[in-house]
């Protein structure tokens, strides 16, 4: 059952080095967003993008940087990984028919940045 | 700006209890849509129910109603007869608009619930 998917699950790096989270959908939606989630914060929106080469900033988008060369896929990158963004990162989709339109999330991607 | 307001920590109920988790809102778009989403212990988020806010009657879904008053700001999830897996934590979640920068949603910062046996 294709859908939406994120790799990797797990991954711990450390400060200052790139990393790149994956995200994928099959579904050829057209919104892909990119949340972290933080106790006592819910889910922010980092980035989201519209459509492929169509990307916007969110709440929280300083240290990170997203790519949208084909719409199935929605790459998240942190340039120069802080301790701040240890978090777990969810990749989302959804259509654009109407306000009722869910977003579908992937099982997300737990960093830990030493 | 959109805000979601949960003021629920955490909560507690008794297997077999009806709970009502609440949600308060605020936006100034005329149109808008409520949305409830479950993350269990293994940290997935499930979708459980969506409000919007022209509709007429309030939503359900199962176990899972929606009390939506439009005037308060408010859309408490209301679960009737818990059940164990139901334990989780909950966001309650909006939609402003169709505008591009607006299609994703404010999260509250959710309700652990808690179902004992």
């Known amino acids: 059952d294709a859908g939406i998917t994120q790799s990797p699950r797990y991954k711990i790096t450390e400060t200052g080095r790139q990393v790149t989270l994956m995200c994928h959908q099959t579904w050829s939606h057209s919104y892909m967003f990119w949340y972290r989630q933080d106790l006592g914060h819910g889910l922010r929106l980092i980035y989201y993008?519209?459509?492929?080469?169509?990307?916007d900033k969110g709440e929280v988008p300083d240290g990170y940087v997203v790519s949208r060369s084909k719409t199935e896929n929605f790459p998240l990158t942190l340039e120069s990984a802080t301790r701040s963004q240890t978090s777990v990162y969810f990749c989302a989709s959804s259509g654009n028919r109407g306000t009722n339109e869910k977003l579908f999330f992937g099982s997300g991607t737990q960093l830990s940045v030493l | 700006a959109q805000k979601i307001t949960q003021t629920q920590p955490g909560m507690f109920v008794q297997e077999k209890e009806a709970v009502t988790l609440d949600c308060t809102y605020d936006t100034s778009d005329p149109s808008y849509g409520l949305f409830w989403y479950k993350q269990p212990s293994s940290g997935e988020m499930i979708f459980l129910i969506y409000?919007?806010?022209?509709?007429?009657q309030n939503a359900t879904e199962g176990r899972y109603s929606l009390n939506f008053q439009k005037a308060r700001k408010s859309a408490n999830l209301v679960i009737s007869a818990s059940q164990l897996g139901d334990s989780a934590m909950y966001f309650c979640?909006?939609?402003?608009?169709?505008?591009?920068?607006?299609?994703?949603?404010?999260f509250g910062s959710g309700t652990r619930l808690q179902v004992q046996p």
């Open positions: 993008s519209a459509a492929a080469d169509i990307t």
């Open positions: 409000q919007g806010s022209y509709d007429q």
């Open positions: 979640a909006m939609r402003g608009g169709m505008d591009t920068g607006r299609r994703a949603l404010t």
